[in-house]
């Protein structure tokens, strides 16, 4: 009786239907065609949080830039932000950035180039490098250890290390290692680019 216990449930494994089978697609990662979609979304969601930073930033759509300080009207893009920077071991360094001209390009490239990267699906990797180092700026110039800004009152902080820039960032980590640029995307046509397949670090 065990012995055709055995054989029956080999039979029925082996001629299950595919639709009945985990699905597996290499092709995105190793990813299930529902996770692999799941992070595509969450790829684009992340093209839109550059692209809109961006946009306002340069055209000021009245949300977190007025019109008046728009970049195209002639404001400065890291003014606002780093001048208002109180509080950390930088806070200085932050303060003599706020204007610069350089400072306001490599600002302004590093947005719209993570955000066009992010809703093509291609170069996550860079992406993931260059928008951990631009989060990572963000939050040294927020510095959340800080209970207290420098002038004394309180810095308004809700966790010490982990805040929405770090989330950020690992979530563009996730996004390059799991291949999300591979579903709705042009990460596999970027892949086979003969300079990208000899160059593994452009993916």
Not at 1 to 20: C, E, F, G, I, T
Request: aromatic share 12%; net charge positive.
């Amino acid at each position: 009786m065990a012995v055709h216990h055995a054989h029956w449930l080999r039979y029925r494994n082996q001629a299950a239907p595919v639709a009945d089978q985990p699905r597996d697609l290499s092709r995105s990662g190793g990813l299930t065609l529902a996770a692999a979609r799941v992070v595509a979304g969450a790829r684009l969601i992340m093209s839109f949080l550059f692209l809109w930073a961006f946009l306002d930033k340069t055209f000021g759509f009245g949300y977190l830039t007025p019109p008046a300080r728009a970049w195209i009207n002639g404001g400065s893009p890291t003014m606002g932000f780093l001048k208002g920077v109180k509080v950390g071991p930088l806070e200085s360094t932050f303060r003599g950035w706020a204007g610069a001209a350089w400072a306001d390009w490599l600002f302004m490239l590093g947005l719209l180039g993570i955000g066009l990267a992010l809703l093509a699906g291609i170069a996550l990797r860079i992406t993931a490098v260059c928008g951990t180092i631009m989060l990572a700026l963000m939050w040294a110039a927020e510095w959340p250890p800080a209970k207290h800004l420098s002038d004394g009152s309180p810095s308004m902080s809700t966790n010490p290390w982990v805040d929405y820039h770090v989330v950020e960032a690992v979530l563009l980590i996730v996004l390059a290692a799991v291949g999300a640029g591979n579903t709705w995307g042009l990460g596999r046509a970027w892949a086979s680019l003969p300079v990208v397949r000899n160059h593994p670090w452009l993916r």
